[in-house]
Every structure is written in C-alpha cells, then in structure tokens.
C-alpha cells in the first residue's frame, strides 16, 4: 500500500517516507531535505509540505520546553 507514502515532491519524484528518513537522520532545515533527497529542487511547491513534515518529524527536544 503506498496510501502512507504518498509523493510528497512531484517534479522529483520524492515520497514521504523518504523525506522522513531524512529528517530522522538528522535533517533540520528544508534545505537539508533538499541536499538529502533532492526534494523541492523543482519548482517549490512541496516547500510547505516540507515544513510540516519537518514540523511533525524533527526529534523532540527534552526537557527544555517553554511552553
Ligand atoms: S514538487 Fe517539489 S520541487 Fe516541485
């Protein structure tokens, strides 16, 4: 099933889980993800999903929340 890994940056080509593994291997900015898959070398339009992906994704810092 690829319902849970949809693509994610169409001009290359690049899935979800792709770009969570990037991010889980130590990604933090979308240019980061650019570097590590290529996504969002295109016309950009994947750049918000980026964000939340990276959003959703980026490791959780302990114990020093401000919130
Ligand atoms: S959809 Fe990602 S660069 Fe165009």
């Known amino acids: 099933m690829s319902a849970d ?11 979800k889980n792709t770009i969570v593994e990037a991010i889980e291997n130590g990604a933090e900015t979308v240019n980061d993800i650019r570097q590590a898959t290529r996504a969002c070398c295109g016309c950009q339009s994947c ?8 959003d959703k994704h980026a490791p959780k810092q302990d114990g020093s929340s401000d919130d």
């Open 47 to 54: 750049y918000a999903d980026l964000e939340i992906l990276l």
């Open 5 to 15: 890994n949809p693509t994610i940056c169409f001009c290359l080509n690049v899935k």
